[in-house]
């Protein structure tokens, strides 16, 4: 491997990841992308003229005519109905990419959403069955296996699994590696605002591992790892039940945060991408990108949603990169939905990497 792009969320996730990936890919060609996603989150990428790509299972980097494999890691969790629908849809566009499961990836099914829908969740869980799925492939029960190598068979996926050694292979033959990494650093299940948080760690450490991506790879390949996050970040909504009673909380924020109101930044609030509850909301935190920079390695970072008014954050738009600047260059800043929409500051990071 001559390079490894590593992509991760420096805050709580929708951030805009699958806009910068789409973007970066573009930019650098890999010939390979990796992810160890999950179905409880989406990844968008809009390119220059509009279209629009929603992906929960399959990386948004396949816009990049360069890719020729996709490789889903051990650490994912795959929903067979999402991924071949998917597949499916993009059938143009994956011809001549090669599609790669490893078998110990986990799959999730009616059984694992049904026993998350019938707990009483308090910390604004998608209840997707992910988490489910993850504790039946931790239980280690040979009678009751739902790893892809068994749980795929039978399915329109089941000629996708390979053996480990040929996955391996695939990820040493590879030139340019992209990792599209999923949810925030500070949902990390290992990090500060436990219970609160996802059921895995969301680290750069964590996502290699999940993807299969040798340690040497730190030592005799060239690494960059691209950190993204927003002016403004988000948590997924609380939970209420029928009655409107709440019953659910997302969780905490950063001590020099505090939550904000939709109306408080002046533009219509959003929607998550998997659950369409709309997000809360909450001012820049200079702490958690300290915090996320510092356990991640983060070489560039790029700052989106540049185009929501800076009032609430008591900064405008330049001294807040300035700031972040402080902390680990801005390398691009997002300023709207599309990716013509990026502005590229210090692409001269990206090709000291490149080079």
């Keep these: ?165 040929e996955y391996n292979e695939y990820m040493d033959r590879a030139r340019i590696v992209l990792l599209e990494g999923a949810q925030g650093f500070s949902l990390s299940i290992n990090q500060g605002f436990y219970p609160f948080t996802t059921s895995r760690d969301c680290t750069v450490a964590q996502l290699m591992s999940d993807c299969a991506i040798p340690v040497s790879v730190m030592t005799t390949g060239a690494i960059a790892i691209h950190g993204v996050c927003r002016t403004y970040p988000i948590r997924v909504a609380n939970r209420f039940d029928t009655k409107g009673k709440q019953i659910g909380w997302s969780g905490p924020c950063y001590s020099d945060q505090k939550e904000l109101q939709w109306s408080e930044v002046g533009v219509e609030p959003e929607l998550t991408t998997v659950t369409k509850l709309p997000r809360r909301i909450f001012t820049f935190s200079r702490e958690q990108i300290i915090d996320a920079v510092r356990m991640n390695g983060v070489g560039n970072i790029f700052l989106n949603f540049c185009n929501y008014p800076q009032e609430a954050n008591g900064k405008n738009i330049n001294e807040l990169i300035e700031d972040i600047n402080c902390i680990a260059p801005v390398m691009a800043t997002g300023w709207g939905p599309k990716s013509s929409d990026i502005k590229w500051l210090n692409e001269g990071n990206l090709s000291e990497v490149m080079a």
């Excluded at 629009?52 to 490789?71: C, H, T, Y």
């Excluded at 090669?98 to 999730?108: G, N």
Aim: aromatic share 6%.
């Design 1 to 165: 491997m001559e390079q490894l792009h590593v992509i991760c969320d420096l805050q709580y996730g929708s951030c805009g990841k699958g806009l910068y990936a789409g973007a970066l890919a573009k930019m650098i060609e890999p010939d390979t992308i990796v992810t160890a996603w999950a179905p409880n989150a989406g990844h968008t990428f809009i390119d220059e003229e509009g279209a629009k790509f929603v992906n929960i299972s399959l990386p948004n980097g396949i816009v990049a005519g360069s890719v020729r494999r996709v490789l889903i890691g051990p650490g994912s969790v795959i929903n067979p109905e999402i991924m071949w629908s998917e597949y499916e849809r993009y059938i143009a566009m994956m011809e001549g990419i090669d599609l790669i499961i490893h078998p110990f990836a986990s799959v999730v099914n009616e059984g694992h959403r049904a026993t998350e829908g019938s707990r009483n969740f308090k910390i604004g869980s998608t209840m997707k069955g992910v988490g489910a799925a993850v504790i039946q492939k931790i239980e280690r029960d040979p009678d009751n296996i739902n790893v892809a190598r068994v749980a795929l068979l039978g399915t329109p996926l089941e000629s996708f699994v390979v053996p480990v050694d």
